[in-house]
């Protein structure tokens, strides 16, 4: 008579450690991973004041974006960025002290603001205050 002999097989897939392989796996992804290093803007922060310096009118230029998004430089309407940017760099040549002053309502959008900056900055302005008009 053959005997037969059959022995069980284990059929399952061990899972007891997944989740410590998983966790291991997760640790090694983060150490090994590069993260993106994002420059953004360079701007300049102010340290802390020791009083308020007083800048002639002649060498302020004063830049303002409403809620429209009208742009008024030195309280005149101004259609785009490359007039605004023509003016203000004729003002630059005539006056090497000149400081701008980029001032939005606060309901103003983010994106109006930064166009007028990044043409600042195409035509050297290197003096450059930030403001926003707060409603009280």
Request: hydrophobic content about 40%.
């Amino acid at each position: 008579m053959l005997r037969k002999s059959r022995l069980k097989t284990n059929e399952d897939i061990p899972d007891s450690s997944m989740a410590d392989i998983a966790f291991l796996l997760l640790i090694f992804f983060m150490v090994t991973t590069g993260f993106f290093n994002d420059k953004g803007l360079s701007i300049m922060l102010p340290g802390e004041a020791q009083g308020s310096a007083k800048i002639p009118k002649q060498n302020l230029c004063k830049i303002f974006i409403n809620s429209l998004g009208n742009i008024y430089v030195d309280d005149q309407l101004m259609q785009d960025t490359a007039t605004i940017s023509g003016y203000v760099e004729a003002r630059m040549k005539e006056n090497d002290k000149l400081v701008v002053i980029i001032k939005t309502d606060e309901n103003a959008r983010y994106d109006w603001m930064l166009r007028i900056f990044d043409e600042m900055k195409k035509i050297g302005m290197k003096k450059i205050s930030l403001q926003v008009n707060k409603k009280r």
